[in-house]
């Protein structure tokens, strides 16, 4: 009887990390913790992880952190910020950012490159991850979650290969704010794999309705002022809350809903 393949380290750590599409995601952990070592190869991962926040303790990460959050209030333009910098940024969120950005990358062997690779592309999408500080943990919110004015909210972006493109938002007062780049006319370039975290979090305004965040993505550099302009043009419909943003094919786009209360 051949012996079951061994899930390799590489693939053992987006599974810790959530890096998978859902489905691809549930097969990989229920394959692991059928291996004979599976479990306890998961359980070291996880005591390596909470000696790395020994190491970097959350408050101090968060210092760094929050000196790094700036605000620019510039108006209702496409540059405009629209939420109040959470300078004072809790400790889970520090956590929950922490183990996002300095968790070792793991190199798989030669052998396994090309697998690799097809892995963290085939099957995932570009899409935002968005946490909420609540209760002093970080929740990690869903598409449609229901918000307030005040919640602290960070931003998160998953490539997927994709090796340019830009964050930005709509709310329910038709203003439009860019986020990654904070200015400038141009796509910033993306890492192609992993989950990277914006290095600000935001405690969101009384705008009514939503916050709608938007990943707009490409294989090459783009000038901004197309997916300004097709943002603007979209915060004027009555539809802006769920319609995609009028952008040529050449572009990929994710969007992230936040529903708020109205008025």
Not at 13 to 22: K, M, S, V, W, Y
Not at 116 to 130: F, I, M, N, Q, S
């Amino acid at each position: 009887m051949r012996p079951p393949t061994r899930t390799p380290d590489w693939l053992l750590e987006r599974i810790a990390l959530g890096e998978l599409p859902p489905e691809e995601l549930a097969s990989a952990r229920a394959r692991l913790l059928q291996e004979p070592d599976g479990a306890t190869r998961l359980a070291a991962l996880e005591a390596d992880t909470t000696a790395t926040l020994e190491r970097f303790p959350p408050a101090e990460f968060a210092g760094r952190v929050a000196s790094r959050v700036r605000l620019r209030r510039l108006g209702r333009d496409q540059t405009a910020r629209r939420f109040r910098p959470a300078f004072a940024l809790v400790p889970a969120l520090a956590v929950a950012a922490l183990v996002l950005l300095v968790r070792p990358q793991v190199a798989p062997p030669v052998g396994e490159q090309e697998t690799l690779e097809e892995t963290r592309v085939k099957g995932l999408e570009p899409h935002l991850v968005v946490h909420r500080q609540r209760a002093q943990a970080a929740e990690l919110l869903v598409d449609g979650a229901r918000v307030a004015e005040g919640d602290v909210v960070q931003l998160a972006y998953v490539a997927a290969g994709q090796a340019h493109g830009a964050i930005l938002s709509v709310d329910g007062r038709g203003t439009v704010t860019l986020h990654a780049p904070e200015s400038g006319g141009a796509s910033v370039p993306l890492a192609r794999s992993g989950t990277h975290v914006l290095p600000g979090a935001y405690a969101l305004d009384d705008a009514p309705g939503f916050e709608r965040f938007f990943l707009v993505t490409a294989d090459a550099p783009f000038a901004l002022e197309e997916v300004l302009a097709a943002a603007r043009s979209l915060a004027e419909r009555s539809d802006a809350s769920i319609s995609p943003l009028p952008l040529p094919s050449r572009y990929t786009q994710a969007s992230f809903l936040l529903e708020k209360p109205s008025p």
